[in-house]
């Protein structure tokens, strides 16, 4: 079993839409939380960070933790044709184990 | 504002042949981390380098060696290469005591034929 687990979708939403994209993982270590946007054959791109547990909002987008259910969500509201992307969440339990532990990405599309 | 700049951004090479890919992270930037992709795959740990030391080691194999160079800059070489080893490799850079947050750059795109 990976250690961060992600429904690779795809995902396929109307303009408008609310979308909500989740993981889950296993590792009660992992303190800082990342979502991030990949589009095809692109690096990815940081959207959101939260460290802990706790709901983070910067425009359209919401990230929420909940680590007690070991649990993270991404929601962005009045979705676009441009967020039509692959989301990645990725985790780590920082400090000298920085390096990211990722999800599998789920694969959004937002129709006009 | 500057990013994480990669080069090449594709390179084909021969099986058994050697690579050498560079990373020039976000001025300021002092930790450096290798990802490996691979088709349809997440984004795979490979190394990182924090103040030209070597910081963290994932699944990075024994053919692979990195460094990181005293401007910050990284270089991941690659010899023998397999099949395999074709996919997207990605640098990101992030500034210590910045709470781990990582920004990439846009990746080498390594082809083996």
């Known amino acids: 079993q990976k250690e961060v687990e992600q429904d690779p979708g795809p995902l396929s939403v109307p303009e408008g839409a609310i979308v909500s994209l989740n993981c889950t993982y296993s590792n009660s270590a992992f303190q800082y939380f990342m979502w991030y946007r990949q589009y095809s054959r692109k690096g990815p791109e940081l959207l959101m960070y939260?460290?802990?547990?706790g709901n983070k909002e910067d425009g359209r987008f919401t990230a929420q933790v909940d680590k007690s259910s070991k649990y993270i969500s991404l929601f962005i509201r009045d979705s676009q044709p441009s967020d039509s992307a692959t989301y990645l969440c990725?985790?780590?339990?920082?400090?000298?184990?920085?390096?990211?532990?990722f999800g599998k990405g789920t694969k959004l599309s937002v129709k006009p | 504002a500057a990013g994480v700049i990669q080069s090449p951004r594709h390179l084909i090479k021969e099986k058994r042949e050697t690579a050498t890919l560079k990373c020039y992270p976000i001025p300021r930037h002092d930790t450096v981390y290798w990802y490996q992709q691979g088709p349809g795959q997440d984004p795979q740990f490979l190394i990182s380098f924090y103040e030209k030391m070597q910081s963290d080691k994932g699944s990075i194999p024994d053919r692979f060696s990195a460094q990181q160079f005293s401007d910050y800059h990284s270089e991941l070489n690659m010899s023998s290469l397999e099949l395999g080893d074709s996919a997207l490799y990605f640098c990101?850079?992030?500034?210590?005591?910045?709470?781990?947050?990582?920004?990439f750059g846009p990746g080498t795109r390594l082809t083996v034929l």
């Open positions: 990725a985790m780590t339990p920082g400090g000298s184990q920085g390096n990211l532990i």
């Open positions: 990101a850079s992030s500034l210590s005591g910045s709470l781990d947050t990582q920004y």
């Open positions: 939260t460290y802990s547990s």
